[in-house]
């Protein structure tokens, strides 16, 4: 099967299609043959050696996790889903998935079926922005109706999503366009504040809670006086990294059907121009997703 490699650290230059042997399934796991893949920071991240590559080991290594496609096989004990399904999910995160490829092989209960008004494109842009935003928000600050809720880079592809899943709960919502957007972050007594930006505007985010507010830190990484500063303030926080959860992917179902969830696509690459997708992504002004089209 084809896939992408990542052949060495580097820029986007190290990543290869390459010729590669088929995975099989194993127990409680499916075969799932690949649609879509989506593009993430975290790929970039980890390409670099930096993100998540630790986990995933040394090269060369199949990068990827988002993904979407048909199952085609399904191995001892799976009874979650049916050969033909169309799933997503962002499967086995952090260790490797190997999502840029026409096949991958993943415990059944990491995936979802695909809502009905999603396109596999549409699918594949979904699970690890959501999940990253759905776990923030609704699993751990636990945002509902009347609170306010800040989100810091409001135009990528988990804020905007974030946004939406927030507004749908009730939430109040205060959303920047980045770095450059310092007027939003003049606000003051937010119940929790989601950061997809990092750099110096940690400590701005820190400004607008309230006591007993939760910070949520997905891009930067706090100080040791940024934290201490918090505790002064009666103010929380935490570093999340998202969860693989195919429980929590049925959820879109329910927000995209009722019309209240709706991915942004920037724009559509082929699995060959993975390395275009990559550059497309760090040079930055992304709105939304970028995918991946592998297979019919």
Same mark, same amino acid.
């Given at each position: 099967m084809r896939a992408v490699l990542v052949t060495r650290f580097g820029g986007p230059d190290v990543l290869e299609v390459a010729e590669v042997e088929r995975p099989s399934p194993i127990s409680t796991e499916v075969l799932v043959r690949v649609v879509a893949a989506g593009v993430n920071p975290v790929d970039c991240k980890t390409r670099r050696g930096d993100g998540v590559a630790r986990?995933?080991?040394?090269?060369? #290594?199949?990068?990827?996790?988002d993904v979407c496609g048909v199952v085609e096989a399904m191995g001892y004990g799976v009874t979650r889903f049916a050969v033909g399904?169309?799933? #997503?999910?962002?499967?086995?995160?952090?260790?490797?998935?190997?999502?840029?490829a026409e096949y991958v092989t993943a415990p059944s209960r990491q995936f979802a079926r695909v809502p009905k008004a999603t396109s596999p494109i549409e699918a594949a842009a979904?699970?690890?922005? #959501? +999940?990253?935003?759905?776990?923030? +928000?609704?699993?751990?600050?636990?945002?509902?109706?009347?609170?306010?809720?800040l989100i810091h880079g409001a135009g990528g592809g988990v804020g905007h999503l974030a946004v939406q899943i927030a507004k749908a709960h009730g939430a109040r919502v205060i959303a920047t366009t980045g770095r450059n957007d310092r007027e939003a972050l003049q606000a003051r007594e937010v119940d929790a504040a989601?950061?997809? !930006? /990092?750099?110096?505007?940690?400590?701005?985010?820190?400004?607008?809670?309230?006591?007993?507010?939760?910070?949520? $830190? !997905?891009? /930067?990484?706090?100080?040791? $006086?940024? &934290?201490?500063?918090? &505790?002064?303030?009666?103010?929380?926080?935490? $570093?999340?990294?998202? $969860?693989?959860?195919?429980?929590?992917?049925?959820?879109?179902?329910?927000?995209?059907?009722? /019309?209240?969830? &709706? !991915?942004?696509?920037?724009? !559509? #690459?082929? +699995?060959?121009? =993975?390395? =275009?997708?990559?550059?497309?992504?760090?040079?930055g002004g992304v709105r939304g997703k970028l995918i991946l089209e592998v297979g019919a």
């Open positions: 986990w995933v080991g040394p090269p060369p #290594f199949i990068i990827g996790w399904d169309l799933v #997503f999910g962002m499967p086995r995160f952090p260790r490797a998935a190997g999502a840029y979904l699970p690890l922005a #959501f +999940l990253t935003a759905w776990q923030c +928000l609704i699993e751990t600050a636990q945002i509902r109706d009347g609170q306010t809720a989601l950061d997809l !930006v /990092g750099g110096d505007d940690i400590q701005l985010l820190l400004d607008t809670l309230r006591s007993g507010g939760l910070l949520l $830190e !997905v891009a /930067g990484y706090p100080s040791d $006086e940024l &934290k201490a500063a918090a &505790k002064e303030r009666s103010v929380r926080v935490l $570093e999340p990294l998202v $969860e693989p959860d195919g429980h929590a992917l049925e959820q879109i179902a329910t927000l995209v059907d009722s /019309g209240d969830l &709706k !991915v942004i696509i920037d724009e !559509v #690459f082929p +699995l060959e121009r =993975a390395g =275009a997708a990559h550059e497309r992504l760090e040079r």
